[in-house]
Nanobody, 126 residues
């Protein structure tokens, strides 16, 4: 499975960005894909995920209400739209796809995800 992320860049505080991630090498009918982020000097943290079967979504508390994750089944693509961006949202954003035995993990656990994109940098200026 290969994941290709795009859409990062420089944005002013209060602005919005839309990140996309396209998966290849596998047909998705179960499991989930999601987004994590890693700020400078910090660990990688969960942002959002969406399941392929029914579109169930999960968000980390800090982005609820200003973030939307969506999927395009035919394109094996997920998008992440983030509004009202803050300087503390500056990070490398990574898309991820479930490993084969994902069901033993919780939705937000980094260990659930066995495939990762290359990351796309989002810089929010104040």
């Amino acid at each position: 499975v290969q994941l290709q992320a795009s859409g990062g860049g420089l944005v002013q505080a209060g602005g919005s960005l839309r990140l996309s991630c396209t998966a290849s090498g596998r047909t998705f009918s179960s499991g989930a894909m999601g987004w994590f982020r890693q700020a400078p000097g910090k660990g990688r943290e969960f942002v959002a995920m969406i399941t392929w079967s029914n579109g169930r979504t999960v968000y980390t508390d800090s982005v609820k209400g200003r973030c939307t994750i969506s999927r395009a089944d035919a394109k094996n693509t997920i998008d992440l739209e983030i509004n009202s961006l803050k300087p503390e949202n500056t990070a490398v954003y990574y898309c991820a796809a479930d490993r084969n035995n994902y069901s033993i993990y919780n939705d937000t656990q980094i260990s659930r995800y066995g495939f990762w994109g290359q990351g796309t940098l989002v810089t929010v200026s104040s």
